[in-house]
């Protein structure tokens, strides 16, 4: 069964940092094209970073370039993004995605 559980979520000072993590099961990450996507109150869901599968190459929205880093752990089947400089606009629900497959999404909260 193909299933992601993401981690990593709280709140945060602007300013600050945050790792979010996405542990698959079900399937190989190196495998399969892994994409970060977030959803900001009373706004649509949208892609923040994407990985290629058997590649390293990365895709970033302009609101993560320069700030977020997606990764991958092959060793421990994990996807992680990486948010540095945090702004309260980055508020939201960040979700883990492959394909048709979702995770159930982890709350970031950057406030002071």
């Known amino acids: 069964q193909v299933q992601l559980v993401e981690s990593g979520g709280g709140l945060v000072q602007p300013g600050r940092s945050l790792t979010l993590s996405c542990a698959a099961s079900?399937?190989?990450?190196?495998?399969?094209?892994m994409s970060w996507y977030r959803q900001l109150p009373g706004k649509a869901r949208e892609l923040v970073a994407r990985?290629?599968?058997?590649?390293?190459?990365?895709i970033y929205t302009d609101s993560a370039k320069g700030r977020f880093t997606i990764s991958r752990d092959a060793a421990k089947n994990t996807v992680t993004l990486q948010m540095n400089n945090l702004t309260p606009d980055d508020t939201g629900v960040y979700y883990c995605n492959t394909g048709p497959t979702w995770g159930q999404g982890t709350q970031v909260t950057v406030s002071s």
């Open positions: 079900g399937f190989d990450v190196s495998a399969y094209v």
């Open positions: 990985l290629l599968n058997n590649s390293d190459r990365r």
